[in-house]
Structure formats: structure tokens, C-alpha cells
């Protein structure tokens, strides 16, 4: 008999595939190795396969997917996060987008899919948070067929190729393992079938998996993607994933029935309505935030105190704003915490600010963003006068018009941020 909560998993389950569904909530865009077989686009609604999505959600804006969603798919039992990058590559993201979501809906299971490169350190707090179920990725358990599947792996600020990135994610991935079992976390892995490279490898993997006590492996059959390096290696043809996954069941239970899911898939394994729901994935991407009425202040970040032209991660200091009859007062100038310190940085300005339903800056990275949202601090990108954004915020509430355009976060020449997710 299944336990009760894989019972309700239509991955770990195929008995369940036919009535109970999963959500997929792509909150997570950057990822920490490049693989061979892997072209992420983000905006592609007619391919289903991994690292694709619509649209991608803050974590506030899925935790408002999550119940647009419900209210149409009500058989909906799990919820995942699995891109369009890699979870772990953002762990402030993703484990703000479980809290959120757990703290409203602990019946529903929670699963997500990782590389495991950056997944070690992180297991205790995804157990504590309320994840249920973890699939892995893991294409070879021997260095030398693992190096011909990674363009480079990226360890914090170091970058690896070859064998030395080989053995590095197979150490984390092999740890990773070790500690969600430890966790009683259940646990799948996935293995890209890709010819002439690791096929004859498959059941060394399966071996080394039973060994670490894994529940259930997936032999994906690899899909030819336009524009990677194995874009010309052919698809192993049913009959090769078949052979392979009759050695492979002698040591563990196969999964049958995947579907090489989106990262924002949504429905059951049958019967996918992510074309349906792409609107309203849309709409929650597009919206903001409610502001929270119980902080009286508003943040700013700019040079002179006229306009709003200053990016977050290069301001010194922030100009706190108070409404008083007939305008704005110049409460208070704060000085910003000093770079250096990764993420540390943002939770200190987090609470540097706390009693700020908004900050206004022409530009923020995703890190802060998901930071200053968890502490309900709305960040708000626009450009134009200081007094123009406050009206916005305390008057009006019209928020869109000041919106500029985001593009893809980079931090620009001048910036004193250091690379800890400024921009």
C-alpha cells in the first residue's frame, strides 16, 4: 500500500495520475550549471517540456495563482516548484513561495525538482517549511560520463567545467540525497536517457540510487532541443527506454507515465490545462502587490531628492517619507546596509525599513524584490518625481502607471551592490 501522502502524488503514484492534479509554480528563473540538452524559454506556449513557462510569479503572485487555481481545478493535491531554473539557484525565493503557500493550504503536498548542486544546505529548512516530495537530477554517478553533460557549473562565484564540475554536483547531489531521506522526505531522480552518452550507464546509476534509499526513478528519454549541444543526438526510441528500464527495475520501481511536464504545467497528467490557465498565470505575474495599510512611511531611493533615479542596490541611503495635510514630509534619511554580504544585506535593509508599506527605485534585482515582498514592502520600479510616486502610493493606488518597463536584471557599471542580487 502507498503512504498516505505519496498516495496523492500523481508522479510518485500512477494509480492517482487520473484524479488527483499538480500545479507547477515557475518562480524560479535563474539556474547554477548549464546542461547540454537544456534551452530555457520562457515565453513558449506551445512547447511542453522542462525550462518553459509563460510567464514567471513573485512568490506573493503564486501564492494568488495557487488560489485562482483551486477554484477551477479543485482536484489539484500537489504543488510544485520546478523552474524554469533551478529552485535552489534562488533558496530565498522558493522557500518564501512554500511558506506562503503551505501556511494557507497545509493539506496540499509540496515537491520540488532540483539539480542538487546548491540543495544541502538547504534541506533542513525545505522539511521544516512543509516539502514533501524531491526529485533530483542525476544523469551519472561516474565523473567521467557526468562531464559530458555540463557546459559549467557555478558554485557561488566559482565557475567549473569538465570532470572538476562533474565531481562537484555528483558530491551535492549524492548529499542531498542522503540528507532528505534522513528527513523522511520522499525521494525521485530523474536520468536523462541520451544515447551514445550515458545509456550504458543507466543501471550503475539505478545501483548507486538504491544504495541512498531512493523511492522511484525516472528515465526521461532526452528531447532534442533547438540551440544546446545535443540538439543532434537522437531520442532514444521506446524500445531503448523500455530495455533500459527493465535492467533498471531490479533495483528500484520505474516511473511510466511522466510527461516531461512545463515549468508552469497545471492540471492532471491527462489532462494539462496550462494553455487554459496561461491568462490567468498572466494576470498574476502582471499584478501588484496589496500595499499594507499599517506601515504609515514610503522608502525612496534618489540622488537629490527630486526624482526617483536611483537603483537599490546603488543607493547609500533612503529618503522616508510621511503624508501630512496637503503633502509630504521629509521624515527621516537612512543610511543603506553595506554590500558584501549577499542576501544578509537585504533582510537588514528589510528591517532598516519595516515600518514602509513601499520603496520607490528605478531598479531592483530579484533577490531584493523577493526579500523586501516577504517582509510586505512593496517595491515599486518607476522613474519621474518623488512626489508623483507618493501620490501614486497613498492617493490614487494606480501603481501600473509608474511601472517601467523590466527587463532581464543586470547591475550597471557604476553599481556599488557587488553582485549580491542588486540587479
Not at 335 to 356: F, M, N
Request: charged share 25%; net charge neutral; with cysteine.
Amino acid at each position: 500500500m502507498q503512504p498516505i501522502m505519496t498516495s496523492r502524488h500523481p508522479c510518485f503514484n500512477k494509480d492517482a495520475s487520473g484524479e488527483c492534479g499538480r500545479v507547477h509554480l515557475p518562480v524560479a528563473p535563474k539556474c547554477n550549471i548549464g546542461c547540454r540538452y537544456c534551452n530555457r524559454k520562457y515565453d513558449c506556449v506551445n512547447e511542453s517540456r522542462p525550462g518553459v513557462t509563460s510567464a514567471v510569479l513573485s512568490p506573493a503572485q503564486a501564492a494568488t495563482y495557487v488560489d485562482k487555481v483551486l477554484a477551477v481545478e479543485p482536484r489539484i493535491t500537489v504543488i510544485g516548484i520546478a523552474g524554469p531554473g533551478d529552485p535552489m539557484a534562488e533558496p530565498e525565493k522558493t522557500l518564501e513561495t512554500i511558506r506562503r503557500v503551505h501556511a494557507k493550504h497545509p493539506e496540499l503536498l509540496f515537491c520540488l525538482s532540483s539539480n542538487g548542486l546548491n540543495l544541502p544546505d538547504h534541506v533542513d529548512e525545505l522539511a521544516e517549511a512543509g516539502v514533501t516530495h524531491m526529485t533530483v537530477t542525476v544523469n551519472a554517478v561516474d565523473p567521467e560520463v557526468g562531464k559530458n553533460f555540463y557546459r559549467f557549473v557555478r558554485d557561488g562565484k566559482v565557475l567549473y567545467r569538465g570532470r572538476e564540475a562533474a565531481e562537484l554536483i555528483l558530491s551535492r547531489q549524492l548529499e542531498s540525497i542522503r540528507r532528505l531521506k534522513a528527513k523522511g522526505i520522499t525521494v525521485k531522480v530523474n536520468t536523462i536517457v541520451t544515447p551514445g552518452y550515458n545509456d550504458h550507464h543507466v543501471e550503475e546509476v539505478a545501483r548507486k540510487m538504491r544504495e541512498l534509499g531512493v523511492d522511484i526513478l525516472n528515465l526521461i528519454p532526452l528531447c532534442p532541443t533547438a540551440d544546446t549541444d545535443f540538439a543532434e543526438v537522437p531520442e532514444p526510441t521506446p524500445d531503448m527506454i523500455e530495455t533500459l528500464r527493465a535492467k533498471a527495475e531490479a533495483y528500484l520501481p520505474q516511473m511510466r507515465h511522466c510527461k516531461r511536464c512545463r515549468a508552469d504545467a497545471v492540471g492532471l497528467l491527462s489532462h494539462d490545462r496550462s494553455a487554459e490557465l496561461a491568462p490567468t498565470l498572466a494576470a498574476c505575474a502582471a499584478a501588484i502587490p496589496e500595499l499594507d495599510p499599517s506601515k504609515p512611511l514610503v522608502a525612496v531611493a534618489s540622488m537629490e531628492g527630486l526624482l526617483v533615479n536611483e537603483h537599490l542596490g546603488e543607493a547609500g541611503r533612503l529618503l522616508i517619507y510621511e503624508p501630512r495635510p496637503g503633502g509630504y514630509t521629509l521624515l527621516d534619511e537612512r543610511r543603506t546596509p553595506p554590500p558584501g554580504t549577499g542576501v544578509s544585506r537585504w533582510y537588514a535593509l528589510a528591517e532598516l525599513i519595516k515600518d514602509c508599506r513601499a520603496v520607490l527605485v528605478s531598479g531592483i534585482g530579484d533577490t531584493p524584490r523577493t526579500v523586501l515582498e516577504e517582509h510586505n514592502i512593496l517595491p515599486v520600479e518607476m522613474s519621474g518625481f518623488i512626489e508623483q510616486g507618493l501620490d501614486a502610493v497613498y492617493k490614487t493606488g494606480d501603481l501600473d502607471a509608474l511601472k517601467t518597463r523590466r527587463t532581464k536584471a543586470a547591475c550597471s557599471a557604476g553599481c556599488r551592490g557587488g553582485g549580491e542580487g542588486c540587479g
